[in-house]
């Protein structure tokens, strides 16, 4: 098993890619505690996992929320006494061009997907320096290298999440901690399918636009990006740190 042995953090792990990755890591050996704001959803990976013969913990948490970060690193830490990986995977979408975006959803976005980004980095990577090991990722998008409509809010904050990827990566290559990040295409979770294209007000052609957007003709799923992640963690590829690993259906070579 790829992961034995080590411990990891994966953030918004309730439902898509943060679940899919979290079951995948577990098969793969690894020790994983899931947070997130919805004590139920957690609850519903776990006993799905245990059901597959793994253990997930799990741990209430608003990344948003210093204190919250703080207590969820000190968990990881009480229950297995290390950190080997993080994945900064909590995310919010309220799509809104940039006038009609209100100023509150603008912060909501930029609390989760920047601010919980650096606080959950922040109070982890202290305790991988100790052991001169450690591998972030964090979740970008490919809207965090190109820009789309529609998304004005959503498409700053992830290129924000890039910028600081590439810093990270960078402050921390020659201390043994590896920093890269996943910059998926449009995937099928619920935050797509319910915060997207369930909330814009012509669903049917927003989805067509998208899938115009995605030379092979649909959209992702979950599980090939939680494939995608377990690549990134892999000490085999010790050699690579300050990467945009996107996986997107050949969206970003339009």
Known sequence: MKLANKTAIITGGGTGIGKATANLFAEEGAKVVITGRREDKLKEVQEESKAQGHDIDIFVSDVSKEDDCKATVQ??????????????????????????????????????????????????????????????????????????????????????????????????????????????????????????????????????????????????????IAHSILFLVDDNIGFMTGNMLSVDGGWIAT
């Open 75 to 224: 968990y990881a830490l009480d229950s297995f006494g290390h950190i080997d990986i993080l994945f900064n995977n909590a995310g919010v979408l309220i799509p809104s061009i940039t006038h009609q975006t209100e100023t509150e959803s603008w912060d909501t976005i930029f609390n989760t997907n920047v601010r919980g980004t650096y606080l959950m980095s922040k109070h982890t990577i202290p305790h991988m320096l100790e052991k001169n090991y450690g591998v972030i990722v964090n979740n970008s998008s490919v809207a965090g290298l190109k820009a789309v409509p529609g998304a004005a809010a959503y498409v700053a904050s992830k290129g924000a999440v890039t910028q600081l990827t590439r810093s990270m990566a960078l402050e921390y290559a020659a201390v043994g901690i590896r920093v890269n990040a996943i910059c998926p295409g449009v995937i099928e979770t619920p935050m797509v399918v319910e915060d997207f294209f369930g909330k814009v007000e012509d669903a049917e052609a927003a989805e067509q636009y998208m899938l115009s957007l995605h030379p092979v003709g649909r959209f992702g799923t979950p599980e090939e």
